[in-house]
């Protein structure tokens, strides 16, 4: 018997929360709906580059993001994309629940991501790829399969549901149960209408994870 799975492609940076809440609203549509997620890295250091107008805080942040980002590609290389989701939920779990985002130096994510591939049984050499070139290429790869599928003038999460791609959606809590599964289905729905482009508003709110 075959079934029609809804694909989605989830293209997330870790430093950021409003992506962790919306991946962990997807993870919770995994319990009840028939959708096949494929993660895939991008990069808020990569979107920054070169925009000098941003505060000297904020582009710290952006120089210390690099590291988590290119140690997800080099996992996703050497290791392969099934992998990204235990260390995403490890590393953000993390990061986010437990309060040790926002980091400002280059090195300020060496312990979170020393311990969260530890933690998942993956080989504690793809730290090497932290503070090193190497897998840039592909991370840039990666970024552009977003943008390219959703245009430039976004952030992250970028979230494709079958073939339309969207920045978003931006929550400030994480749906539950069934109620994910709604809000889901009406994404579905917006995705599958050609014409259909953006809904937004002000955020009066920050992000809580419980």
């Known amino acids: 018997m075959t079934t029609n799975r809804e694909s989605v492609t989830f293209w997330f ?29 991008m990069s808020l250091s990569v979107l920054n580059e070169g925009r000098d107008e941003l505060p000297e805080d904020y582009k710290q942040k952006m120089t210390a993001n690099w590291a988590p980002a290119r140690v997800f590609t080099a996992v996703a290389v050497e290791d ?93 809590r994480i749906p539950r149960g069934e109620e994910a599964g709604r809000i889901f289905d009406g994404a579905v729905a917006l995705a599958g209408y050609p014409h259909f482009f953006e809904l937004k508003r002000s955020r009066t709110e920050n992000p809580e994870f419980d």
Not at 26 to 40: G, M, P, Y
Request: hydrophobic share 35%; charged share 30%.
């Open 13 to 41: 940076d870790v430093s950021c929360p409003f992506c962790w809440i919306t991946s962990r609203w997807i993870k919770e549509v995994e319990q009840v709906r028939d959708i096949e997620v494929k993660w895939q890295p």
């Open 80 to 172: 392969g994309e099934d992998k990204l989701d235990a260390l995403y939920t490890e590393m953000g779990t993390r990061i986010h629940d437990g309060g040790q985002g926002g980091k400002d130096t280059p090195e300020g994510y060496d312990e979170i991501i020393r311990e969260s591939l530890a933690a998942v049984g993956l080989p504690a050499e793809r730290f090497d790829a932290a503070h090193a070139e190497t897998y840039d290429a592909k991370l840039r790869e990666y970024h552009s399969g977003a943008m390219d599928s959703v245009g430039n003038e976004v952030g992250t999460p970028v979230v494709k549901l079958g073939d339309t791609a969207f920045f978003g959606p931006v929550l400030t």
